[in-house]
């Protein structure tokens, strides 16, 4: 059972499935609607903001975690409108890593960021979609790929590749998506192989966004979007971008 005071829905996989469509119909037709709102109105939607601009709210929200000087808010602001619509200013691409959360090393609140996490940040199909639905359907205009220092799968995925180690489970599909940036980090003789690897694997990630055809590409020549990467330090809590 839940013991979240927030609000939080246990449903099942197969729910998600289900409801899946019904969510993109849901907030396809928030969006347009929002879109006819903006139009009347001539304001424009909160995250209607350049990329650069997406960018710095992130940098200037993590030097204000590194810094310690983060604002105490309170999430119940605001849940009322959320519930009708979104309009995050980034999508991340993160680890799972229970150390590594996106909103609070922003510092952004309930509805700014679109999280899509798996354990060694790695796009696969469904990272990739995802990524495509922030674009396409939510307008946000920035993606981020967020590595982070003593990453568990990265270095898993080094010693796979240079111990031939063997994991249990589903592991080494898991690994085999990062073993890629491992051979291109080997191959520049690092001192540090999986800090280099942490990094290697943040640059093949964006690039495989940059290269996603037509969506992201589009959204890119359109100039609506920027893709960048960057390394969460868990020691010092800072973002150091690639
Ligand atoms: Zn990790």
Redesign the pocket.
Known sequence: MCNCERDCTHISRRSVMAGGAALIATNAFAFRRARAEQSQSSSPLPNAIPPAEALDRLMQGNARYVAGETECKDFSIGRAERAGAQYPIVAVLS???SR?SPELLFEQGPGDIFVVRV???FVNTDGLASMEYAVKILGVPLLMVL??TN????SAAVKVVTEHAELPGHLPELVESIEPAVITAHAKHPSDLVAATIEENVRLNVKRLIDDTPILADALAAKKIAISGGVYDIATGKVGLI
Do not use: E, F, R
Request: net charge negative; with cysteine.
């Open positions: 680890c799972s890593d590594v354990a060694g940040n590595g982070h990453c568990g799968a990265i």
